[in-house]
């Protein structure tokens, strides 16, 4: 999955420069009101003088909270807002400081909770209206009743636009901020998700691989030893039969050799598969096998050429490989098999039977072995039934049912 693309962010380092640079340029404000209080400091101008440094105060409460807007914002708007109350009720004219309500606005509505941004707004426009009153109450107009309603509410109009800019701007930039994360947090969350399903996926192959691996190792083993303890009776008894048996091993060693290169391959980066699985066809091939090895089976296969899904063919010649390998192994010497593949309109039916030992194989079968439940394992993934047990009047059966 393509990892998303974070957007460009100030970290906490470029944060405190900008901060810092903010605080530097508003600074420029303070010389020249200690320049007012040094110049008027004389007895003569005393008033004059205490009026200059609670210009200073007032300027210093109301920009030093600034560094701490980002960790503290509530608290820094409180400490602002109530500096600029005390200039209302203190002077009759603003200062170049107070640009720093609005920045303290922004700072609640981008850092702190949508309930104290909305406060913020409100303190803000209470302000303004403070601010446009005492201001404008102020001036002189000369007597010419200037000085109206509509001029109070033009410069507190004014003034209210200063705040509520502040304020929808960082809500902006909050819900943006909020929304990327989101964006960002759910795209780890789908990358995780990728890797549990890529990571259940290489389970479900590892599986696939290992009931793979036993149907070939189990079938073809079962093969070898059979045709090897005839190739030695043969060499005792009757020499002439010794090459055959000899030759049906050599065989299907090597066949079980070249589906083990295949299932190991499966288990490599790179490597491809060099021969198809085995088809619905195959399973005529694998009766031959069965019959040239020195068992007895006779077939009933009919609709092997219907074109059927590819994991169903495979599954179909699972079946009956491991069936008579079964057979081979639990039914006994002498035992005959009967093996019925059907593929109708919308269902395959397996059936595999023999007349040996159906009540030991059973209880093979029902001992730990791998196979049965490999084989379960394989129909019930194309939503099949099984059925296995021991055989009306004698011997064991195997029947499974595939889907279409």
Not at 19 to 32: E, H, K, M, Q, R
Not at 100 to 112: K, T
Not at 162 to 177: H, K, Q, S
Not at 258 to 287: K, S
Request: glycine share 10%; net charge negative; charged share 20%.
């Amino acid at each position: 999955m393509e990892e998303l693309v974070r957007p460009w962010r100030l970290g906490p380092r470029g944060q405190w420069w900008f901060d810092a640079v903010l605080l530097g340029t508003l600074s420029l404000i303070i010389p020249f009101y200690v320049a007012q209080v040094l110049l008027s400091g004389d007895a003569a101008r005393d008033v004059q003088s205490d009026g200059y440094v609670a210009d200073l105060v007032l300027v210093l409460v109301q920009l030093v909270p600034l560094i701490w807007r980002r960790r503290h914002p509530v608290i820094v708007f409180a400490l602002i807002a109530g500096a600029c109350g005390l200039q209302v009720l203190l002077l009759d004219y603003p200062l170049a400081s107070q640009v720093s309500l609005p920045i303290a606005v922004y700072s609640v509505a981008r850092y702190a909770r949508p309930r104290w941004g909305y406060a913020a707004l409100a303190v803000g426009l209470l302000g303004a209206g403070l601010a446009s009153w005492d201001w404008v109450s102020s001036v002189d107009d000369g007597g010419n009743g200037f000085l109206d309603t509509k001029t109070y509410v033009m410069v507190g109009v004014s003034l209210a636009t200063f705040p509520i800019a502040a304020w929808a701007l960082g809500v902006m930039v909050r819900t943006r901020a909020a929304y990327v994360d989101s964006l960002i947090e759910r795209n780890e969350q789908l990358r995780r998700d990728a890797e549990q399903r890529a990571e259940l996926g290489a389970t479900q192959e590892r599986a696939r691989i290992a009931r793979e691996m036993h149907d070939v190792v189990a079938h073809g083993l079962s093969v070898i030893v059979v045709q090897a303890d005839g190739a030695r009776y043969a060499a005792e008894q009757d020499p002439a039969l010794a090459p055959k048996a000899l030759e049906t091993v050599a065989q299907t060693a090597r066949e079980a050799l070249r589906e083990m290169r295949q299932l190991l391959g499966l288990l490599r980066d790179g490597d491809v598969m060099t021969r198809p699985q085995p088809r619905l066809g195959d399973i005529a091939t694998l009766v031959e096998e069965a019959q040239a090895g020195g068992a007895t089976v006779t077939a009933t296969l009919s609709g092997l050429d219907a074109s059927v899904p590819e994991g169903v063919a495979l599954t179909a010649y699972r079946v009956v490989q491991e069936a008579l390998s079964n057979v081979r192994k639990h039914a006994g010497p002498g035992a005959a098999a009967r093996v019925s593949v059907t593929a109708v309109d919308d269902s395959l039916d397996i059936e595999v039977t023999d007349d040996g030992r159906g009540a030991a194989a059973d209880e093979v079968a029902g001992s730990g072995g791998l196979g049965l439940v490999g084989m379960g394992e394989r129909i019930s993934a194309h939503d099949g039934t099984l059925e296995t047990g021991p055989a009306p009047g004698g011997g064991f059966r195997v029947y499974a049912r595939l889907p279409l």
